[in-house]
């Protein structure tokens, strides 16, 4: 099968490009801003017409989009989630052979629910920032396109390459610095949100099966276990080895990057901000609703998050 990867810089799209180029079955085309890119194309700037003369000569089966922006300014996001999205599904049907669309979406889509109630697909979306709105604004231009296509609407991805910026990334870098200069506190915004924590080797997964399944529509991708971030921060302080208190900002709750490519991330490839800050979001609630994954996918979440926090410790140990 031919594959066309987007995005494959990002958080997620790097475990993507490792699980889809290890399956000798799957022929694997890279298209990206960068030089390690089969194609250099940027989905921002470039028009459909030259995205689907690239398709064209490549006619590949499936399509997999994990560029996008975590990061940044409105028109950021809304050209790296929504604008560049509108070009991907354009250029799709512009093409001879029309490939296979799978999306990755964002559970900041959702935006407020209730809290103890698993958020199911046909969940009505209320996003409540700049993120959560380009993504479902792209969302809903992939579900609106026509295509053979599905979105896969990632919940909160933590895992080995987390960046700095996100929730974890921070935690551990600040841990690092605390155990380095002996000093006995770390400060973190508030963690009394409840979060449903995925692991990124998972969402790869996940993205894979849904690449050579005929699933189309949403499909939320997370463990289906709402997590307090509090209590997943100290696994990671045990995992450290540290012996001091997490200090935290009152009337704050820091959504983990997640979804998109570099979601996660730095901001995604194809779009890098100028400087990166966690999304901050009203948002206490965010538990998935997997039934739609396991029965069309026939997938299921693998890796606990022990172990993917302790992964990204020991990555944060190991850096220089």
């Known amino acids: 099968m031919r594959v066309l990867l987007l995005g ?9 490009a490792d699980r889809l180029m290890a399956d000798g079955e799957l022929q694997v085309t890279v298209l990206g801003r960068r030089d390690s890119a089969d194609i250099r194309f940027d989905l921002t700037a470039g028009s459909p017409g030259a995205l689907a ?52 979406g964002s559970a900041a889509e959702y935006g407020p629910m209730p809290s103890g109630v698993p958020i199911p697909e046909g969940a009505e ?7 959560g709105v380009s993504k479902l604004a792209g969302t809903e231009l992939v579900v609106s396109s026509g295509l053979d296509a599905a979105v896969l609407r990632v919940f909160d991805v933590v895992g080995p390459g987390s960046p700095t910026a996100s929730l974890f990334g921070r935690l551990a870098e600040g841990l690092r610095r605390a155990l380095e200069q002996d000093e006995r506190q770390v400060r ?20 894979q099966a849904a690449a050579v399944s005929a699933a189309t529509g949403v ?25 001091g208190s997490i200090s935290e900002d009152a009337r704050q709750v820091l ?32 538990q998935a609703d997997v039934r739609t994954a396991r029965d069309r996918l026939g997938w299921r979440a693998l890796v606990p998050l022990e172990e993917s926090l302790g992964d990204i410790w020991l990555e944060t140990a190991c850096r220089v």
């Open 255 to 286: 959504v983990p990057s997640q979804s998109a490519a570099d979601p996660g991330h730095r901001a995604a490839e194809p779009y890098r901000p100028v400087e990166a800050r966690p999304v901050l979001e009203p948002v206490q609630w965010r």
């Open 219 to 243: 499909i939320n991708v997370g463990t289906g276990h709402a997590v307090r971030a509090r209590d997943a921060a100290q696994l990671l302080v045990r995992a450290a080895g540290f012996d």
């Open 125 to 131: 979306p209320r996003p409540v920032g700049p993120y």
């Open 53 to 104: 003369r690239f398709l064209d000569a490549v006619v590949p089966q499936v399509v997999i989009n994990c560029a996008g922006a975590t990061y940044g300014s409105s028109r950021t996001l809304i050209r790296a989630n929504t604008l560049a999205v509108a070009t991907v599904c354009e250029a799709i049907r512009r093409s001879r052979e029309p490939a296979r669309l799978v999306h990755v």
């Open 8 to 16: 494959a810089d990002g958080f997620i799209g790097r475990r993507v």
């Open 188 to 207: 973190m915004p508030d963690l009394s949100g409840y979060r449903d924590f995925v692991d990124v080797r998972d969402v790869a997964r996940a993205i």
